[in-house]
């Protein structure tokens, strides 16, 4: 019954060396996330789609990509990892997008941890 | 951009005993505040949400306080149990549900 299903759980890569991650949802939700959270640190959102309309933060490298081919899916593209990338990526979920209506709560999917070599 | 503080970064209780967070916001736009319980290695659980037209909200031994004059809000764990140990996150958002993490803190119940 997972909602927000991840994978790799574990990835490892080299450094330069580009990756992919997934993220698939069973609740049907408009808005995906991807989120970074380094080691003893709070998740950081990198962007999110609602729907197929894309919005990056402004603080997010231009080394990551996403692309949300349907509904749901969505990808996590690192084109170039540095070591500095190492991290656990989260993906979420939400029905809306809009802070105070009853859809807005984030469902996390359990994480990809990266490792660059 | 909003920015959530938390405190405190570590807390120990022994079993039986509450437990209170407190995280202050700076965004007077922000008008959703989720509570987040992460454990080793696992993904961030919503335990609790207060949107900003309530004060007060509880689901069995958890509540949540907020205060939109003061821009804070806290959570209360009564009764805490050793499955309680985690690392707790609060967020706030606002307008575009961009949630903004505390730096979040590393409870442990003692038994």
């Known amino acids: 019954d997972a909602m927000v299903i991840q994978n790799p759980r574990y990835q490892v890569t080299q450094f330069g060396k580009p990756v992919t991650l997934s993220c698939s949802q069973t609740l049907n939700h408009n808005v995906m996330y991807w989120y970074q959270q380094k080691s003893s640190q709070a998740p950081k959102l990198l962007f999110h789609y609602y729907d197929k309309d894309f919005n990056n933060e402004a603080d997010t490298p231009d080394n990551f990509q996403s692309r949300r081919p349907n509904t749901s899916f969505c990808f996590l593209d690192i084109r170039s990892p540095g070591l500095g990338d190492a991290a656990m990526y989260l993906c979420?979920?939400?029905?809306?997008?809009?802070?105070?209506?009853?859809?807005?709560?984030?469902?996390f999917g359990p994480g990809t941890r990266l490792t660059v070599l | 951009g909003e920015n959530v503080e938390q405190h405190p970064s570590t807390l120990s209780v022994q079993e039986g005993d509450s437990a209170v967070i407190k995280c202050t916001y700076s965004d007077s736009a922000s008008n959703y505040f989720p509570w987040y319980k992460q454990e080793l290695g696992k993904r961030p659980q919503l335990i609790i949400d207060i949107r900003s037209n309530v004060g007060e909200k509880k689901d069995q031994r958890i509540a949540v306080t907020l205060n939109k004059t003061a821009k804070h809000f806290s959570l209360h764990i009564t009764e805490t149990q050793p499955e309680d140990s985690a690392v707790y996150f609060c967020?706030?958002?606002?307008?575009?549900?961009?949630?903004?993490f505390g730096t979040g803190t590393r409870l442990t119940v003692i038994p």
């Open positions: 979420a979920t939400s029905r809306d997008r809009t802070s105070g209506s009853l859809g807005d709560t984030q469902y």
């Open positions: 967020a706030a958002s606002g307008g575009a549900n961009n949630l903004f």
